[in-house]
């Protein structure tokens, strides 16, 4: 078949891209770590530091303009959630802690960044990056992390090092781990995801070679043992998953029977040495543990709805309530959930998560991107390693990897983009109709 005399084609490609492609590039470095909260708690940089904190306030028009316009998955999950933590917990604690009625709001501060699952999908939208720009930004921000984490390790003397989390939460020193960066690692920890499922699809001595140099750097540097172990689990875990059934069923038996051997072998011959090597991080969890646990009491409706909490600039802390300013809720993973909003928040949490687990791992079906899939491997650490880092933590990760999720899988409905939208946007997981 001949083409019209007067055919001619497009001299350049056309492109859903709302923006050029070096502006688009630049745009979604500069903003994507402030989505994951990279400079949430780094208050030695106080422009982005002060920035990360505003985030939440500044992405209320895309947070609403999703709310309203966009169906996303698990939406009423997240407004359930939202409710109890910004609406009932603030006034629990003005009746179980005497917090002023502004303190009491401002202890909802930790929780506004799982709206970034509604604010980032809203942009995405506007902005249509392709998937696979946006595959190569997020992946690039991963290896740009260990990278400078080396950099500042090789370069930095170790006068710029403090050990007062008052005076900086990057370059930190301890008697128990010496000289460690605490590297935001959103970004690294997803890298490492997505290289163990690309080695699993194809086998290849690169993936291999990154994964050893970052597990390296973490245990040299980062030195957060929680973290690391949950990186290096849900990595086996990725691979396991990967292999063809009759291998998969047999390393799961070989685990099964090996591990929990060594795990007591470790611990019965190691005990003394275990909680030593632990030191001052182990002995600050368990006053903390105590002093939370003997507050709630044997009061079943401080177990239920919890007490709520304070900030370090009201006029009631947690500090002065128990005399320790060593009192830190944040390192008690479910029980310091437990102790903010009860039982019943925790559960809601927790289905918050899971449910968000769900969502991924059905919006990921039958995907073969690495990337895609390592966001669900992403929401399995953040469960995993729940049982010391609070989930209220940094809480937008949750949105970020659902939001991309979201994204991903529109994008590749639609052939690389999500072409922008001025009338109402729908996403949801497909569902077959009944009787089909």
Known sequence: MSLPRGFVPPTHVVSGERF?????????IGIFPFFAQTFYYLHEFPLPYLLSKAWPVLCVPLTLYALIN?????KNMFLFFFAYAIGFTPLNSILRLGNGLSDAFITTVKVWPLTYY????????????????LRTVIIGL??????????????????SYVNDPALGKLLMQDIERGYRIYMPMFFGSLLLFYLTRSFMQQPRWLPVLFILIGFIALLSIYKQRTAIGGMFLVCVNAAVLSLAPQRRLLVIGLFLAVVPLGIGYLVVHNADGLVESLGGSLTVRQTSLALATNFLGDDPWRWLFGVGATTRFGSVTLADIFGNSQFFIADLGWIGI?????LLGALLLAGLYGWGLYCVLSLTRGSKDPLALAMSDYIIYMLVTSTVYSLVFTPGELGVVMALAVYFTRARAGRGHVAPSAHRVRFAINRQPKGH
């Open 70 to 74: 966009m169906r996303l998955p698990a």
């Open 338 to 342: 437990i102790f903010e909003y009860g």
């Open 20 to 28: 050029s492609g070096p502006v688009m590039t630049i745009l979604l």
């Open 118 to 133: 509604f604010a980032l999908s809203a942009l995405l939208v506007w902005l249509s990056p392709h998937v696979g720009r």
């Open 142 to 159: 991963g290896y740009a992390t260990f990278v400078v984490m080396i950099l500042l390790w090789l370069v930095l003397p170790t006068s």
